[in-house]
Nanobody
C-alpha cells in the first residue's frame, strides 16, 4: 500500500506565500509523475501543477509565474508546491497525486488533502 501525506496548508492573506509538501511512503519501486490538484467549494478538482520523473513540469494557466512545483531529487518520494502571490481564488483543498510503480502495478494514488485559505 502507498500513502501520500500532504502538509503546509493554512490561512494566509492575499499576496502571501505558502509551501506545500507531500511525502510518499510504502512499498514503492519507483514514482513517475507527481502533481498537485485542488478543489474549491462547488467546483471540480483541477490540475494545479505536475512534474514528471525526468523533471518536466506543467502548470495550470491560472498559477503560471506564481507557483513552482519541485521534487526531492535525493529521495524522489517528496514533492513540493511553492505558492507565491496568493489570491482568494487560490482557496481550495490541495491534493497530492503520484503515479507509482509497486510490486503489483502502476497506479495513481492521492493524499487526503490540505486546506489553503487565502483571505482578501
Amino acid at each position: 500500500q502507498v500513502q501520500l501525506v500532504e502538509s503546509g496548508g493554512g490561512l494566509v492573506q492575499a499576496g502571501g506565500s505558502l509551501r506545500l509538501s507531500c511525502a510518499a511512503s510504502g512499498v514503492i519501486f519507483s514514482i513517475n509523475a507527481m502533481g498537485w490538484y485542488r478543489q474549491a467549494p462547488g467546483k471540480q478538482r483541477e490540475l494545479v501543477a505536475r512534474i514528471s520523473g525526468t523533471g518536466m513540469t506543467n502548470y495550470a494557466d491560472s498559477v503560471k509565474g506564481r507557483f513552482t512545483i519541485s521534487r526531492d531529487n535525493a529521495k524522489n518520494t517528496m514533492v513540493y508546491l511553492q505558492m507565491n502571490s496568493l489570491t482568494p481564488e487560490d482557496t481550495a483543498v490541495y491534493y497530492c497525486n503520484a503515479n507509482v510503480l509497486t510490486i503489483a502495478a502502476v497506479s495513481d494514488y492521492w493524499g487526503q488533502g490540505t486546506r489553503v485559505t487565502v483571505s482578501a
